[in-house]
């Protein structure tokens, strides 16, 4: 049996963008999320496939039942966060998926320093953002940064696949931003 403890963050593929250190941008063709929901069933599978392998735990802090559908598919194990501030009582999971803001109300820098706390080393933090605000994406990746987690991909969620050699306008719906707790082992934050 493999020891999970020390597994590293998925490789990421695609385009790079910007950042330090440049971070790849991958474009994922799913459907966007219906009113009042975090994700399509789509992306939930694609975030459940991509960033965890059986028998991991996911922390589910989204709105609607589409990642819930994907971890029971897929065999993973989930763990549903209750959004009353009282239940703040997380488990270390390899896979936290938020839309934002968050439902827990809490502050970005607290929010995340609890994401770190409760991420297995090279465990990932799965941001869901409607795309549009150009702020917001960068304000999310500091206060992630500032509680020790590193800015590792950015999945770009549109309705239709880009074709190649066309210069096709993407329909674009949500900004996936992933966040990886590092798996370096020393004294102070890691990312």
Not at 10 to 33: E, F, K, L, N, Y
Not at 49 to 70: E, V
Not at 176 to 187: D, Y
Request: net charge neutral; charged share 15%; with cysteine.
């Amino acid at each position: 049996m493999t020891d999970r403890k020390h597994q590293q963050a998925p490789v990421p593929v695609g385009d790079m963008v910007s950042g330090d250190p440049p971070v790849p941008i991958t474009v994922w063709p799913v459907p966007a999320p219906k009113t009042g929901e975090t994700m399509s069933n789509a992306m939930g599978v694609r975030l459940v496939h991509n960033l965890t392998h059986p028998s991991d735990l996911i922390t589910d802090l989204t709105a609607g039942p589409q990642l819930a559908r994907a971890i029971i598919a897929a065999h993973r194990r989930s763990h549903l966060q209750d959004a009353r501030p009282l239940s703040w009582d997380w488990h270390t999971a390899t896979l936290i998926v938020t839309g934002w803001p968050p439902n827990q109300p809490t502050e970005p820098g607290d929010f995340f320093n609890r994401c770190h706390a409760s991420l297995v080393p090279g465990g990932c933090v799965a941001v869901l953002l409607p795309h549009g605000d150009v702020v917001l994406p960068v304000d999310v990746i500091t206060a992630a940064k500032k509680a020790g987690l590193a800015y590792l991909q950015h999945i770009v969620a549109a309705d239709r696949p880009p074709r190649r050699g066309s210069h096709t306008q993407l329909d674009i719906h949500t900004d996936v931003l992933i966040l990886t707790r590092s798996t370096a082992q020393h004294g102070g934050r890691d990312g």
